[in-house]
Every structure is written in structure tokens, then in C-alpha cells.
């Protein structure tokens, strides 16, 4: 309408299309690394012509509808798929936190690290997961004698073990821990020190004189090894 009241009526027809609705999913979410992921595009309504992958650990891939990926690192990652079709239309969507992927912790310490054999010792795995889900199934305790290279491992499901070690040396524990999901981790070595121990040759007593009823002195003979700490008189009757 115009200032003189002249009227006219223009009509044009526009043509909407319906536009891919996005969604995605995976065959496995949960796992250890390294974890290969299957994705698969669950986009609905039109089929879309271009996909945009982004993993959420630095990597990207375009023009594949349903792609596999590697996770090389423990983590927790965002996936995100952005579709298009011929026509411009796009749409997008976010799956936050979708790939969880940790392994379990192997820590392995002892009461004590040094002794004379023979002697028993008890190790400890101080081991934990961070998906509550999950629980640690299995120990692999594997003892390395640095001397001779001979390796000798014990597999359970106790969280500690205690072995007898009858020879001197140098030895190393290593700690492998596998949770209900199959992922392992290896524990640092813990070095174990065995000492030989001395048996010295017998000794000559040229004299004992009875002080009381719970003393008496001795006089030793010389003794090529040395001084000995100490020793014990057994009194018979």
C-alpha cells in the first residue's frame, strides 16, 4: 500500500526440508588404553551426505560415516559427530564424557626389605581402580634373582604373599595387578636384600666361672674371625 491507498499482493512459495537429526553411539565405552573404538552414525530422519568426527583427544576425521579410532592414553573423553547433507544442512551432537578409559594402579611394598636367610618375608599390594565398577581380580607376584637372572612368579587372588628366602642375594619383586575388565598395570621393582648368613667356626672356652645363678664370666680363646657380638652358655646339670 502505497500513499494513495494503491494496494498490491506479491506471493512467493518456499520449500523447507526436513533436516538430519544427529546422534551416535559405540560399540564399548569403557576399557583400558590403548582402546580402539567402533563408532557408528545413528543419525535420523534424512541421511546425511558429510560427518565430522572429533574424538576429544586431539585427533579428527571427516567424510566417514561409522569410523574406528585408538585412545592411546588413560583419560576421559568428549566425542562429538557434526553431519551435513547436500542441501547446507547441518546439525550436531555432543556426547560429554563417553570414553572412560583407566588402568588399574600396582604398587608393591614389604614389612622389610633386608634380612639373613633363611628368613620369611611378606609383601603387600597397595593396588586400586578408578571405576568403582571394576574390581581388581587377579596378582601376579614375580621375584627376580639379579644374580642369576631366574625369574619366579606366583599368580593368586590374595592381595599379599609371603615368601621364604633360603639363599643370599639380590632380589627384585615386580607386582602385576589385572581388574574385572582385563587391563593390567605393572608395579615399580622392589629391591630385596638377603644377606648369607655366617655360621662361625667353634669357639674354645678355657674358662667359665659361675657368679651367681643367673651370671657367669668367660674367658674365650682368640678368635681369628674377630669380635663376636654376643652369645649364649647353656647350663646343664
Known amino acids: 500500500e502505497d500513499e494513495n491507498g494503491c494496494v498490491d ?3 512467493t512459495t518456499a520449500t523447507t526440508f526436513d ?20 563408532f557408528i552414525d545413528n543419525s535420523s530422519n ?4 558429510n560427518w565430522t568426527w572429533i574424538f576429544g583427544d586431539g585427533d579428527t576425521l571427516t567424510g566417514v560415516s561409522s569410523p574406528t579410532h585408538t ?9 562429538t559427530l557434526i553431519v551435513g547433507d547436500n542441501l547446507g544442512c547441518a546439525d550436531t ?21 633386608f634380612g639373613c636367610n633363611p628368613v620369611n618375608l611378606t609383601f603387600f599390594a597397595d593396588s586400586s581402580v578408578i571405576d568403582t ?3 581388581v581380580l587377579q596378582y601376579e607376584w614375580c621375584l627376580v634373582n639379579r644374580t642369576t637372572g631366574q625369574v619366579n612368579c606366583q599368580t593368586g587372588t590374595i592381595d599379599s604373599l609371603i615368601l621364604q ?20 598395570d605393572v608395579s615399580d621393582s622392589l629391591d630385596v636384600q638377603i644377606n648369607t648368613r655366617v655360621v662361625p667356626d667353634p669357639i674354645e672356652m678355657r674358662n667359665v666361672t659361675v657368679v651367681d ?3 657367669a664370666e668367660v674367658t674365650w680363646a682368640e678368635y681369628a674371625l674377630g669380635d663376636f657380638v654376643e652369645y649364649i652358655v647353656y647350663r646343664t646339670n
Not at 585412545?71 to 566425542?79: D, E, I, L, M, R
Open 213 to 215: 645363678d643367673n651370671s
Open 165 to 184: 628366602f633360603t639363599e643370599g642375594g639380590d632380589y627384585a619383586m615386580i607386582l602385576t595387578v589385572t581388574d574385572s575388565e582385563g587391563c593390567t
Open 93 to 113: 551432537v555432543v556426547k560429554e564424557d563417553y570414553i572412560i578409559l583407566n588402568n588399574p594402579s600396582a604398587i608393591v611394598y614389604a614389612d622389610t626389605v
Open 46 to 49: 534424512f541421511p546425511p551426505l
Open 9 to 11: 499482493t506479491a506471493m
Open 133 to 135: 565398577n571394576r574390581t
Open 19 to 38: 533436516v538430519s537429526i544427529c546422534d551416535l553411539c559405540a560399540t564399548y565405552s569403557f576399557g583400558c588404553a590403548p582402546f580402539t573404538v567402533s
Open 71 to 79: 585412545y592411546t592414553s588413560t583419560g576421559v573423553y568428549t566425542v
